[in-house]
């Protein structure tokens, strides 16, 4: 997923899983799974993700073995294939289409770790 610059309460550490180690990492440390995992789902994300370098292979399932879904902000319809996408649109707004599109962003699924 594309690095921001959210900050967060602090209770809570931001991280990044790498699909090369299979590891979830923050900065330089390596952490075990977190409780939550917020991921982020649109027809733009793999060129984004290919495009910055970052490998996020395994993580789904992961989600499927040690996490439940307890949440889902749905922004557009993935499956719709009229809309056309700037590739570096940060909005991810169509600029052709709008079919399915509810609001600009991406999909927001929110896991919480299986106790």
Do not use: C, W
Not at 5 to 15: C, E, G, H, K, T
Not at 79 to 108: H, W
Request: proline fraction near 5%; charge should be negative; hydrophobic fraction near 35%.
């Amino acid at each position: 997923m594309p690095d921001g610059n959210v900050q967060l309460n602090s209770r809570f550490r931001q991280v990044a899983y790498d699909g090369t180690t299979g590891k979830f990492k923050g900065g330089d440390q390596e952490y075990d799974m977190p409780e939550y995992i917020i991921l982020q789902s649109h027809p733009l994300l793999d060129f984004q993700l290919k495009f910055i370098g970052r490998n996020v292979d395994g993580i789904g399932a992961i989600l499927a073995e040690k996490y439940a879904k307890i949440k889902s902000f749905n922004a557009l319809d993935l499956n719709e294939q009229g809309n056309l996408y700037d590739l570096l649109d940060s909005y991810y707004v169509p600029f052709v289409g709008f079919r399915g599109v509810v609001r600009p962003g991406p999909n927001l699924d929110i896991y919480k770790f299986k106790e």
